[in-house]
């Protein structure tokens, strides 16, 4: 019904910058909050960025002056522009999306598939 769609993920240098997207498509009437999480290997998975619809962000501390989040809710789209990336930040970074309103007047959280994120040192 509602599917969301990552891309941008690879493999970088430390303290090279990588972008993410995460196009959200289906039934949708709006989405309140987008965000992205990140799952290192032994690690939970982890809050990095989230941000509402009105623009409103929060970050995890140890990305923030780093990473930035931004969405186009026109296109329910949310982006992560990650800069000075430390291989710390090696991880799969999942797109999630809560108070997702459909048209048939459901309220979703979904997750994308998720996007392998590379740092060497």
């Known amino acids: 019904q509602v599917q969301l769609v990552e891309s941008g993920g690879g493999l970088v240098q430390a303290g090279g910058s990588l972008r993410l997207s995460c196009a959200a498509s289906?039934?949708?009437?709006?989405?309140?909050?987008m965000g992205w999480y990140r799952q290192a290997p032994g690690k939970q998975r982890e809050l990095v960025a989230g941000?509402?619809?009105?623009?409103?962000?929060n970050y995890a501390d140890s990305v923030k002056g780093r990473f930035t989040i931004s969405r186009d809710n026109a296109k329910n789209t949310v982006y992560l522009q990650m800069n000075s990336l430390k291989p710390e930040d090696t991880a799969v970074y999942y797109c999630?999306?809560?108070?997702?309103?459909?048209?048939?007047?459901?309220?979703?959280?979904?997750w994308g598939q998720g996007t392998l994120v590379t740092v060497s040192s």
């Open positions: 941000i509402n619809s009105r623009g409103s962000t």
């Open positions: 289906g039934s949708i009437v709006s989405i309140n909050m």
């Open positions: 999630n999306a809560r108070g997702v309103l459909t048209t048939s007047y459901t309220s979703l959280e979904v």
